[in-house]
Nanobody, 121 residues
Framework: QVQLVESGGGLVQAGGSLRLSCAAS????????MGWYRQAPGKQRDLVAT???????NYADPVRGRFTISRDNAKNTVYLQMNSLKPDDTAVYYC???????????????WGQGTLVTVSS
């Protein structure tokens, strides 16, 4: 069994910063890739950023230059540093693991429960 648990969401003023964390638990060998997605009210879930085990990153255009994704492979944890936040960044942010290899098998497309980020103007 694999679980992803996010933390770090909250309310922040426009221009402020937040750091999200997502920790994976279970008997994990490898997770690749890890990423963050977000879903605003009434909208579809969109990619924010991904990172593979080698550290290669990919960002959606709306966040490039403001958000930074990183990971600690030893801790099976991925982070999202969000700077210069805008009201349009308001959404539930979800952590995703594309493929999680464990002692008992490989789990695909694992999601966390989400953490709410609200940016006030």
């Amino acid at each position: 069994q694999v679980q992803l648990v996010e933390s770090g969401g909250g309310l922040v003023q426009a221009g402020g910063s937040l750091r999200l964390s997502c920790a994976a638990s279970g008997n994990i060998f490898r997770i690749n890739p890890m990423g963050w997605y977000r879903q605003a009210p009434g909208k579809q879930r969109d990619l924010v950023a991904t990172i593979n085990s080698g550290g290669t990153t990919n960002y959606a255009d709306p966040v490039r230059g403001r958000f930074t994704i990183s990971r600690d492979n030893a801790k099976n944890t991925v982070y999202l540093q969000m700077n210069s936040l805008k009201p349009d960044d308001t959404a539930v942010y979800y952590c995703n693991a594309g493929a999680v290899t464990t002692w008992t098998g490989t789990y695909f497309d694992v999601w966390g429960q989400g953490t709410l980020v609200t940016v006030s103007s």
